[in-house]
């Protein structure tokens, strides 16, 4: 054992790594791996084709004609892109076109910021397809017809 030196270190004069350096590292480290673990699921959705959450956001093409209750329900909707748009940072410029009618007379429908649909008829209560919106509406409709002139018309 040499007297200027301990049992366990180095030559004297050697620098042991101070201890907030190691404190200060540790931490980053796990600054890191939690910011990485909190953001994989955004990160990679979209990644997996069978993810029930990947297009929660977009509109498919979503068409139905069916008859429901005596009533003939058609359906459709498609994202259209205007003219012109140029998409920022990825994001899509498409924007939802949504066409239902009942009995060939058009029902209004909005589309709400979660993705879900509401209608004129029943504007109250939101439904996650528009199937679901045109069949609550045709519910509370019961016998009545819908109006053939529109409410927004200039």
């Keep these: 054992m040499n007297p200027t030196s301990g049992p366990d270190e180095g030559p004297a004069g050697t620098p042991r790594p101070a201890r907030r350096a190691v404190l200060r590292a540790v931490f980053t480290a796990t600054v890191l791996a939690g910011t990485g673990g909190a953001l ?76 879900s649909y509401l209608s004129t008829v029943n504007h109250y209560e939101s439904f996650p397809t528009l199937l679901e919106t045109a069949r609550a509406a045709v519910d509370e409709l019961g016998t009545a017809q819908l109006s053939s002139v529109s409410p927004h018309t200039i």
């Design 40 to 115: 994989a699921p955004v990160l990679l959705r979209g990644q997996d084709p069978g993810d029930p959450g990947q297009d929660r956001d977009a509109v498919g093409p979503e068409r139905f004609s069916e008859l429901y209750r005596g009533r003939t329900i058609r359906g459709t909707a498609t994202a259209v892109v205007p003219a012109g748009a140029q998409p920022r940072n990825g994001e899509s410029v498409a924007a939802p076109a949504v066409d239902v009618s009942i009995d060939g007379r058009t029902l209004h429908v909005m589309r709400r910021a979660d993705g």
